[in-house]
């Protein structure tokens, strides 16, 4: 049953002004005594500063409870800001024990075979070198121990041994690194470069192939040529070069005349003068093939070069860039990776010597079928083994130009390292402070078995997970 008073009737022009406090109150009481059945007359003293006038009733008004918002924490961070972090390499730890007798890398340890299972620390100007091309990876575990160093395995040695040879016959060695996923080929490129540092050479290196194919970068294409330059790239890989090998640099002068540059570059200028006329991206490649001529030159006492290259299959395929029909462009028709696919063919040849390395990922990888099918190949050569595997009659995924690339490379394949090895690892780890146990046959053994036979990445997946921040 209503209420037979409603709050309209309370404010009309001939009854007494109420509060809105008393007329709520006054509205509840009548709901009240409607639900009751009983009728009953609300009164009330009129409030001096509620007063009105006969004609003009009052207006209910309600106060606006103003919502509490979230309190911010902190700025936002800025852009890149999260990237940066990610990317970002320490190599060292003020808090880790100084290793007791830990010697430092010269030019020949690494091809030394007594050297082998033995960790090395790594010269700090080789540090800032390694630093500049990007040859350090933010999950590997530098950040633990004292100075980065590096533990010198068989095939360290051999490849270093192959190294060396090429460069004195003025050769140039072609060599793929395999292994499955967190077996150190990046490492084992890292140790290659910095035997080339240690010895004078050019070290030219592309930490992430797939930054070449993915479209992240500016791209556009070349006057008279189907190739395809990446000029912010290139500028960044030239800035990235100068600052590696400024001290072999500094001591060379051009043998060519450049004067289709920016900048004109007579004979007998400081290379340097060269490298620093890339002031804008837009003439990067023309500088970059400038500098390309002239580390090429023959006759003119240049020094070794080392081209390397990480995550080989992002180059091995389609890449994610296409042309004004909209059609895909294919990895080899881009300029940079052009150089390098042409030295790794045996397509240009380095006339001072050197040798082209590439390292598979197994991380973040496209599938390649030509690539895993040369790599299979080129091992099945080595072994000299009776049956060559050969192409899928029914797939359709392979690649002509890829095979032609990979067809006359060396393949060393990384596996586990041995028990020695292991056990001067460990050695390492247990005299830094991050290994708490003593390092005896039994723990080797348990830590080697653990890890697929000696895999160094599950060794410190195994020892050190606790100790990275």
């Known amino acids: 049953m209503s209420a037979s008073n409603c709050l309209r009737c309370l404010v009309r022009p001939s009854a007494v002004t109420l509060a809105p406090r008393q007329i709520l109150q006054a509205g509840a009481g009548a709901a009240g005594a409607g639900a009751a059945g009983a009728t009953r007359t609300f009164t009330a003293t009129a409030s001096p500063n509620n007063q009105m006038s006969a004609n003009r009733p009052q207006k209910l008004r309600f106060r606006k409870v103003k919502k509490k918002g979230i309190t911010p924490q902190g700025k936002p961070p800025l852009p890149g800001e999260r990237k940066a972090y990610r990317k970002k390499i320490v190599l060292s730890n003020n808090n880790a024990l100084p290793v007791a007798g830990l010697e430092t890398l010269r030019p020949n340890?690494?091809?030394?075979?007594?050297?082998?299972?033995?960790?090395?620390?790594?010269?700090?100007?080789?540090?800032?070198?390694?630093?500049?091309?990007?040859?350090?990876?933010?999950?590997?575990?530098?950040?633990?121990?004292?100075?980065?160093?590096?533990?010198?395995?068989?095939?360290?040695?051999?490849?270093?041994?192959?190294?060396?040879?090429?460069?004195?016959?003025?050769?140039?060695?072609?060599?793929?690194?395999?292994?499955?996923?967190?077996?150190?080929?990046?490492?084992?490129?890292?140790?290659?470069?910095?035997?080339?540092?240690?010895?004078?050479?050019?070290?030219?290196?592309?930490?992430?192939?797939?930054?070449?194919t993915t479209a992240c970068t500016e791209y556009s294409p070349l006057e008279n040529s189907p190739l395809w330059s990446q000029p912010v790239y290139t500028l960044k890989l030239l800035q990235a070069f100068k600052k590696a090998n400024e001290k072999v640099l500094s001591r060379m002068n051009t043998v060519y005349s450049h004067a289709d540059l920016p900048q004109i570059?007579?004979?007998?200028?400081?290379?340097?003068?060269?490298?620093?006329?890339?002031?804008?991206?837009?003439?990067?490649?023309?500088?970059?093939?400038?500098?390309?001529?002239?580390?090429?030159a023959e006759n003119a006492g240049r020094p070794s070069i080392l081209f390397t290259l990480d995550g080989l299959a992002h180059i091995m395929k389609m890449s994610d860039y296409r042309n004004p029909a909209f059609e895909l462009i294919h990895s080899h028709d881009l300029a940079l990776v052009k150089v390098f696919t042409d030295c790794l063919s045996g397509a240009h040849k380095m006339p001072n010597g050197g040798a082209v390395l590439a390292a598979t990922t197994r991380g973040n990888s496209p599938r390649s079928a030509s690539m895993e099918l040369a790599i299979a190949q080129r091992e099945a050569e080595a072994a000299k083994e009776e049956v060559i595997p050969q192409r899928d009659p029914y797939g359709k995924k392979y690649d002509d130009r890829v095979e032609a690339v990979m067809k006359s490379v060396e393949v060393l394949r990384l596996k586990g390292v041995s028990k020695?090895?292991?056990?001067?690892?460990?050695?390492?780890?247990?005299?830094?402070?991050?290994?708490?146990?003593?390092?005896?046959?039994?723990?080797?053994?348990?830590?080697?078995?653990l890890s697929g036979n000696g895999v160094v990445g599950e060794m410190e997946r195994a020892t050190l997970l606790t100790m990275k921040g």
């Open 420 to 449: 020695a090895e292991a056990r001067g690892l460990l050695e390492y780890w247990a005299a830094s402070g991050a290994l708490k146990k003593r390092v005896d046959e039994e723990l080797v053994s348990e830590k080697w078995t």
């Open 265 to 296: 570059i007579p004979i007998n200028s400081p290379l340097i003068q060269l490298i620093n006329s890339a002031k804008e991206a837009d003439g990067a490649w023309a500088v970059f093939q400038a500098l390309w001529r002239e580390l090429n």
């Open 109 to 212: 340890d690494l091809s030394k075979q007594k050297n082998v299972g033995t960790v090395m620390a790594l010269p700090e100007d080789v540090v800032d070198a390694l630093r500049a091309t990007e040859a350090f990876k933010p999950t590997q575990c530098w950040g633990i121990f004292r100075q980065p160093s590096v533990l010198v395995r068989q095939e360290t040695v051999d490849l270093i041994k192959k190294m060396d040879g090429a460069a004195a016959d003025g050769k140039t060695l072609r060599l793929v690194v395999e292994g499955n996923r967190i077996s150190g080929k990046s490492l084992m490129l890292l140790q290659a470069m910095t035997h080339a540092f240690m010895n004078d050479w050019v070290v030219l290196h592309i930490p992430e192939a797939q930054e070449l």
